[in-house]
């Protein structure tokens, strides 16, 4: 058996002293992080959104508009040829994958929100070819903890700024 | 304080319960490593794919290393579940899960990240000293071993209670019953279609039903932190937790916390084996009966069972506790139901049945004096 799981009294105690104390630190700064991981948050929110997605494009004027899309959408790459991208390709996370229909906001809205944000940076990042959308958007429709819904809007990193 | 602070680094004891819930906790960790499978199946890898992870994108593992530990998970749970070499396979299958749960925070949950946390402090218990395959049993003293880090894993149970209970207590939402009464008014219409009486939806989805149940869930969650660990509440605090884990498990999904938490709850028993006894006369089927359901059930080996008519004093069955005193009847049932898990729901019921028994024969002596 490795001496290492059968530590002395000493080492015993130092072992036990370092895993409390960072069991501890992890509860206490639960709020420093959106989703609370590692801290036992269970059950902390009953909230609903829903995630209605678009997409930022150039418009004749040298302005932008915002397209909305149901997940998937064609787009022009750079030799002109339309090419066909979808949210879920990248996306497979259950929650954030489900489009415009609630779905619960396990961990909560915060959580869900920081990860939706990721989420809009991460595919922006990996539209290789799609040479027409400048921003993915999302605007989000919340209902925490029963109470009356609001809209809050979500945007990804700009394409070609 | 301090004596108490010495026991705990000192203290050895029986590993037969540590044993037993390190098979158990080895089942979970099989379960759990074979939902780990799914994601192998798919065609896109996590880290292919949008990910958040807490490590360094360079340390995150990739579809090769992810198998490889995936499988390696596997095999170090059938080493924890059958004994052999299950220290080492516990600290290894924790090691691999934590790591994995760094490389992506999507796939965190707090059941998952529980179990390898017993897993890791299980690893430093003596818990491959009983329910070993393919060796004989050991002697009560083979079995003796350091619990010091069993003890530790109480704590973390009493840790997570605190954290969910206090981060509760401290948000409105929780504290008013908000979150509850969404949680039933959502319920409500789905519980109706399913033929539930609408009335009796309308009565639990009220504001001051899911109020009391919000503070209700909170005082569990902050008197289990504290309950456990006092001799005086511990047996009515497991009841308490066991029937609030249950009623999560029916209510809500939380994978394998529910059973997780009650393995753990084995723990908070004395470790010593064997110190209270059955005693039930052969000539009784009552008795035999209950023998025979004490030796199928015993699984923490609280009871010495013993045939004796004389002992039993004309009763069918008699426990006799750790400090000698006997109790027949529905006491004595209560007294077995509190000792045997699969029938300790029933101990709080029969012990409130036993006391109003009781205290109706005390009335009628009264009477008739």
Redesign the interface.
Known sequence: ??RV???G?RA??W??AA??AI??SL?LT?ASRP????????????SRMTIALGRRVRTAGGGTTLVSTDGAWEAMDASGAARRFRWS?????PI?STLGRPVHASYGVAAQLF?LQ??LD??ADHLQGDVETRALVADVRIW????ESYETRLESRARYP | MTSLFRRWQTEEDDAYVVSLVRTISGVLLLLSGLRELGPLRSDAHFADVFHIPLLPEALVAGRAVFTVLTLAQLALAVLVVVGRWARPALLGTAIIGLYLLLCDRLAYHNNRYALLLFALLLAFTPCDRAFVVGRAATSAKARRGPLWAARLAQMQMGIIYVASGGSKLLDADWREGRVIGDRLVRATSMAIAKGVPAELMEVLAQPALASALAKLAILTELFLAAGLFLPRTRAFALWWGVMFHLTIEVTSQVELFTWLSLAIYALFAVPALRERAVVYDPDSRRGTFVARVVRRLDWLARFDIRADAGAAGGRAFVIVERDGTRAAGILGAARMARALPLLFPLFLPLRVLARAFSSRADDARTAAC
């Open positions: 058996m490795p799981l059968d530590p009294i015993r105690t072992f036990a895993y409390v069991q501890a509860v639960a989703d609370g991981v590692f801290s036992f948050q269970m059950f902390n929110e009953s390709d990248r996306v497979r996370d954030l990860r990721k989420a991460d595919v925490k903890n029963g109470r």
